[in-house]
């Protein structure tokens, strides 16, 4: 079989690394790729952006491409599942109507009120003053949020009414996220742990991924800047099995069950980032329509099934009898970054180190090769290090004793990954 991955990040590596090992694999195209995913056995770079849907299509029909998987959400929003379906070719990635739920987030709360799925008291505004008047009237904290796709970048928490203000002005009326922010969300700041609750769908059943954690502020304790992630492990200890219970009778079925009805079944990875109270209860903070970045890493880490398998039964409407095994430790993966990141950063800069990593595994996301073959920065976010362990510590352990061998110039990341988990 040829598969062919789209994207170029932390997380298309870490895909294209787990379908490399599945059966009867016998080449992995990822384009564009990056410098890690050129290293792999059985994998090859393709120059091709994610977002040229039609050098996809002509590619996976010449090269006679058995399963695409598609990455970012921003092809997937385009349609790239559309274009693939009428061309008999198989692409694991929901329909660009499906794709809604996380292209416009305003659509994503009318959906969720209409199906009674919980997530937090909102508005939806697209005019300064009446953003600013509601903004006062509920107070802070409060989170604002461009309603189109920002690259993980367009949630602001606002600690304080001013704060809050300021987050309005810039997408309202100072264009701060161009198109993606000419309207905006307002709602209720959540309390409780945030977790990642990731299932496989074909349209009528999933199958469900194992927990993870995502760490979307920048700095140490939570603090800083939204960013697309800083880290992650899995499992998640507050998703307890009667948590995920929950989650899937009111969060993940009421969503299936509803776009279903509506025509436009979901095929593809469904991702729900929760926040969960102290009495177990989910509410959803966002829906994602693949995999998250940097949880795919960790997850990838631990599955044991066969990804290529659970991929094409799902296109194939045949997910019904499927279930993924997985291997029981802790995974914890610790992004490092450029320096600036996710404001301004620099490129170009030698990573040292690679070769001293023996026992975690390091995914690529922000690297290439310069002309002298030397693996150097590309991006905002770098690298993913995932290492695993029996427990937490164990795993933070050999994550960071990885993480301390690789170094840039300018290169930063949280010292804290997993701290909620520890502290439990």
Request: hydrophobic content about 40%.
């Given at each position: 079989?040829?598969?062919?991955?789209?994207?170029?990040?932390?997380?298309?590596?870490?895909?294209?690394w787990k379908a490399?090992?599945?059966?009867?694999?016998?080449?992995?195209?990822?384009?564009?790729?990056?410098?890690?995913?050129?290293?792999?056995?059985?994998?090859e770079n393709v120059?091709?952006?994610?977002?040229?849907?039609?050098?996809?299509?002509?590619?996976?029909?010449?090269?006679?491409?058995?399963?695409?998987?598609?990455?970012?959400?921003?092809?997937?929003?385009?349609?790239?599942?559309?274009?693939?379906?009428?061309?008999?070719?198989?692409?694991?990635?929901?329909?660009?109507?499906?794709?809604?739920?996380?292209?416009?987030?305003?659509?994503?709360?009318?959906?969720?009120?209409?199906?009674?799925?919980?997530?937090?008291?909102?508005?939806?505004?697209?005019?300064?003053?009446?953003?600013?008047?509601?903004?006062?009237?509920?107070?802070?904290?409060?989170?604002?949020?461009?309603?189109?796709?920002?690259?993980?970048?367009?949630?602001?928490?606002?600690?304080?009414?001013?704060?809050?203000?300021?987050?309005?002005?810039?997408?309202?009326?100072?264009?701060?996220?161009?198109?993606?922010?000419?309207?905006?969300?307002?709602?209720?700041?959540?309390?409780?742990?945030?977790?990642?609750?990731?299932?496989?769908?074909?349209?009528?059943?999933?199958?469900?991924?194992?927990?993870?954690?995502?760490?979307?502020?920048?700095?140490?304790?939570?603090?800083?800047?939204?960013?697309?992630?800083?880290?992650?492990?899995?499992?998640?200890?507050?998703?307890?099995?009667?948590?995920?219970?929950?989650?899937?009778?009111?969060?993940?079925?009421?969503?299936?069950?509803?776009?279903?009805?509506?025509?436009?079944?979901?095929?593809?990875?469904?991702?729900?980032?929760?926040m969960i109270g102290?009495?177990?209860?989910?509410?959803?903070?966002?829906?994602?329509?693949?995999?998250?970045?940097?949880?795919?890493?960790?997850?990838?880490?631990?599955?044991?099934?066969?990804?290529?398998?659970?991929?094409?039964?799902?296109?194939?409407?045949?997910?019904?009898?499927?279930?993924?095994?997985?291997?029981?430790?802790?995974?914890?993966?610790?992004?490092?970054?450029?320096?600036?990141?996710?404001?301004?950063?620099?490129?170009?800069?030698?990573?040292?180190?690679?070769?001293?990593?023996?026992?975690?595994?390091?995914?690529?996301?922000?690297?290439?090769?310069?002309?002298?073959?030397?693996?150097?920065?590309?991006?905002?976010?770098?690298?993913?290090?995932?290492?695993?362990?029996?427990?937490?510590?164990?795993?933070?352990?050999?994550?960071?004793?990885?993480?301390?061998?690789?170094?840039?110039?300018?290169?930063?990341?949280?010292?804290?990954?997993?701290?909620?988990?520890?502290?439990?």
């Amino acid at each position: 079989m040829k598969i062919l991955i789209v994207g170029g990040g932390g997380r298309e590596h870490a895909l294209a690394w787990k379908a490399a090992h599945c059966e009867g694999v016998d080449s992995v195209f990822v384009a564009p790729g990056n410098a890690g995913t050129e290293m792999e056995p059985k994998v090859e770079n393709v120059p091709i952006g994610a977002e040229d849907v039609d050098a996809l299509l002509e590619f996976a029909g010449k090269e006679r491409i058995d399963l695409t998987i598609v990455g970012p959400e921003a092809p997937l929003v385009a349609g790239i599942s559309d274009r693939f379906a009428a061309a008999d070719l198989r692409c694991f990635g929901p329909s660009a109507a499906a794709a809604r739920l996380e292209g416009s987030k305003a659509y994503a709360k009318s959906f969720m009120a209409e199906h009674g799925i919980p997530t937090a008291e909102h508005r939806t505004f697209s005019e300064l003053d009446p953003a600013l008047a509601h903004i006062r009237e509920r107070g802070a904290p409060i989170v604002i949020k461009a309603d189109g796709l920002a690259a993980g970048k367009g949630v602001i928490v606002a600690r304080n009414v001013q704060e809050a203000e300021e987050a309005v002005r810039d997408m309202l009326a100072r264009d701060a996220f161009g198109e993606a922010g000419r309207e905006v969300v307002v709602e209720d700041f959540l309390e409780g742990e945030e977790a990642s609750f990731i299932v496989i769908s074909d349209g009528t059943h999933v199958v469900p991924l194992v927990s993870s954690q995502d760490h979307k502020t920048r700095d140490d304790g939570d603090r800083g800047p939204n960013t697309g992630g800083m880290g992650a492990y899995s499992p998640a200890p507050v998703v307890t099995p009667s948590v995920a219970q929950r989650i899937r009778a009111e969060v993940i079925e009421p969503t299936i069950r509803g776009l279903r009805e509506a025509g436009t079944p979901f095929v593809g990875f469904l991702y729900a980032g929760l926040m969960i109270g102290t009495d177990g209860s989910p509410q959803v903070l966002e829906f994602n329509v693949r995999c998250g970045d940097p949880e795919t890493q960790p997850i990838m880490m631990r599955l044991k099934s066969d990804l290529v398998a659970l991929c094409k039964a799902a296109v194939d409407g045949r997910l019904e009898d499927r279930r993924a095994l997985w291997d029981p430790r802790t995974c914890v993966g610790v992004v490092m970054a450029a320096g600036g990141y996710p404001n301004e950063y620099k490129k170009g800069y030698p990573i040292l180190g690679l070769d001293r990593v023996a026992d975690a595994k390091v995914f690529h996301a922000g690297t290439r090769f310069d002309d002298a073959g030397h693996v150097v920065t590309n991006g905002g976010r770098v690298l993913c290090v995932c290492g695993m362990g029996d427990s937490i510590a164990d795993a933070r352990a050999v994550t960071y004793g990885a993480v301390d061998h690789i170094q840039w110039h300018d290169a930063f990341y949280r010292r804290d990954i997993g701290h909620r988990a520890l502290e439990r």
